[in-house]
């Protein structure tokens, strides 16, 4: 029953190696969403893909790779990791409302906890 | 730029009421989202206003004033469970691409005590 799930829950790893995280939802919608949140706690948008599309980019460097190879699935991938990449990372889906992408309410999975060493 | 503040800290006494509040400063205003988020888990989905007035939803309400760029969640009768980060996000809406994004606040953390 579980609507979007992450994998893996928790993941510790030196500087310098390339990771990935997964996420999958199994609630049908549309839009699908990569979000950090750092120690202090704040939630930020890092990408969104709607339908297999990019439409959402922020200001995240190149090192950070997103994936969607189907509208359930969205991965993120992570070269060359650095300390600063420590945070917990988010996944989270929405449907769309008409011609408005992802405009319902956002749903999030439980989280990745990453460490760089 | 995109501006959203709410207090960081409260505390309230257990079956007490207490008022979250979140001021905001956004460009392309779609909706505002209250979310709980308990320490360790992801956020979950409180309540929603895209238009200004009240929205109840059992102990748990949330205004809004579009015009004031201000918005408040109200917790009654609080109860241990309720300890948590409350979290106000505004989704502005990219008319580019029709696809929007929610900024988040900071959030306020919530103690309740016995």
């Known amino acids: 029953d579980t609507a979007v799930s992450q994998t893996p829950k928790y993941l510790v790893t030196q500087m310098g190696n390339d990771k990935s995280i997964k996420c999958e939802q199994n609630?049908?919608?549309?839009?699908m969403y990569w979000y950090k949140q750092d120690s202090k706690k704040f939630l930020k948008i890092m990408f969104s893909y709607n339908n297999k599309e990019l439409i959402i980019n922020e200001t995240v460097p190149n090192r950070f790779s997103p994936k969607s190879p189907d509208k359930a699935h969205l991965n993120l991938h992570i070269n060359s990791l650095e300390l600063g990449d420590s945070a917990v990372y988010f996944c989270?889906?929405?449907?769309?409302?008409?011609?408005?992408?992802?405009?319902?309410?956002?749903?999030f999975g439980p989280g990745t906890r990453l460490t760089v060493l | 730029g995109q501006n959203i503040d709410q207090p960081t800290e409260m505390t309230a006494t257990e079956g007490a009421i207490v008022q979250i509040n979140c001021t905001y400063q956004t460009s392309g205003f779609n909706g505002l989202f209250w979310y709980q988020q308990h320490a360790g888990e992801a956020p979950t989905f409180l309540s929603y206003n895209v238009l200004d007035g009240l929205e109840e939803k059992g102990r748990f309400s949330s205004f809004l004033s579009r015009s004031k760029g201000y918005s408040y969640l109200l917790l009654k009768e609080l109860q241990m469970k309720d300890s948590a980060s409350y979290l106000c996000a505004v989704r502005v809406l990219m008319i580019y691409n029709q696809g929007g994004k929610l900024i988040f606040g900071q959030g306020t953390e919530l103690s309740v005590k016995p």
């Open positions: 609630l049908g919608h549309d839009t």
């Open positions: 989270a889906s929405s449907q769309d409302v008409g011609e408005d992408r992802g405009a319902d309410t956002q749903y």
